[in-house]
């Protein structure tokens, strides 16, 4: 078990470990998969309420294959709590013809497009939660790798992933530090010792950026970062079975939009 705290547990943070059929297809396989399900859910009309179901129990048997508790999905979900918001104020915002619900007059137009942010966004969030617990991050730019995704990308966003954790402990004990001389951020006029020690944090982390890229080109970096898992080809029988949700998200898409 790894220590809470550890850099592994803040990098693979939503990573859960496994041997599923969906953990063990190839990292590129189920980017790609994520893409294709992904843009079938934005194609998908807003009128087609049916089809978002379908959507939805789609990526629920991914989960259920992958041996996800759906609690886990539910609190992870909780990022999108701001298209939420947004969600609920468009019957509000939207001007069109109203509808009465209860006590509640809304835009009819409104509705439609607070239903379709909703369902949209909490399914993306699902399948992009899918994807996130079945592959660890190393697994994930390497199957960017493999896709021919631009390296300096993969570089930056390695980079910036190793070191999450070492800007997460310095702001946490700089928070301790206020703390033990009295100093509470939920007072007004104490944002500015806030912002002192975010301040501080960017230079540091700017410096150590410097130091880094030091020692690496006294090391002969050539402008490629070895991954800790190799970009492997996938079989065509994984590609077959990657794409075989969104496969059926595609094809239930261009039904409804063709019949709608």
């Known amino acids: 078990m790894r220590p809470k705290g550890s850099a592994n547990s803040v990098v693979d943070g939503l990573y859960r470990p496994g041997d599923s059929p969906l953990h063990r297809l190839r990292p590129q396989v189920k980017i790609v998969g994520l893409v294709v399900f992904t843009c079938a859910i934005a194609a ?25 508790p759906a ?17 609920l104020a468009f019957p509000f915002m939207v001007e069109g013809p109203a509808v009465h619900i209860g006590v509640l007059t809304v835009s009819e137009p409104g509705l439609w497009a607070g239903w379709n942010l909703l369902a949209k966004a909490t399914l993306g969030v699902w399948a992009a939660l899918l994807l996130a617990a079945t592959t660890p991050v190393a697994g994930v730019l390497a199957g960017l790798s493999r896709l021919r995704c631009p390296e300096i990308l993969l570089q930056i966003t390695a980079f910036a992933i190793r070191y999450a954790h ?12 206020r703390l033990a ?19 501080t ?16 080109a006294a090391r002969g970096y050539t402008g490629r970062l070895p991954l800790e898992v190799g970009p492997r080809p996938a079989s065509a029988l994984q ?17 409804t939009a063709a019949t709608l």
């Open 166 to 177: 070492l800007t997460v402990a310095e702001v946490t004990q700089m928070r301790l530090a």
């Open 44 to 68: 998908t009309p807003r009128e087609a309420v049916w089809a978002f179901g379908v959507h939805a129990a789609v990526l629920a048997g991914l989960f259920a294959l992958a041996r996800i």
């Open 201 to 216: 944090v960017f230079i540091r982390s700017f410096e150590r950026g410097e130091r880094v890229w030091q020692a690496m």
């Open 71 to 87: 609690a886990w999905v539910l609190t992870r979900s909780l990022v999108e709590s701001p298209f939420l918001v947004l969600a």
């Open 239 to 255: 590609w077959t079975a990657a794409m075989t949700a969104p496969a059926v998200a595609v094809a239930v898409a261009a039904w």
């Open 181 to 199: 001389r009295c100093d509470d951020p939920r007072f007004l006029w104490q944002a500015g010792a806030l912002a002192r020690s975010l301040g």
